[in-house]
């Protein structure tokens, strides 16, 4: 019964675990842009639809 009750508490807070990693991303989780210059802000490469 003891091993029930671990088995059931580890299998929730594994489940939750999991699924609060499924919500919507962070603006700050992104890593910084390659594309864009970090002083001017200005968008680096080809402009936006031309390849």
């Known amino acids: ?7 059931a508490i580890l299998l929730i ?3 939750t675990a999991l699924l609060s990693g499924c ?3 962070k603006p700050y ?4 842009s390659l594309y ?3 002083e001017s802000g200005e968008r680096l490469g080809a402009p936006a639809g031309k390849e």
């Open 36 to 38: 864009e210059d970090p």
């Open 29 to 32: 989780n992104r890593p910084p």
């Open 23 to 25: 919500g919507e991303p």
């Open 13 to 15: 807070l594994t489940g």
């Open 1 to 7: 019964m003891k091993y029930t009750l671990l088995a």
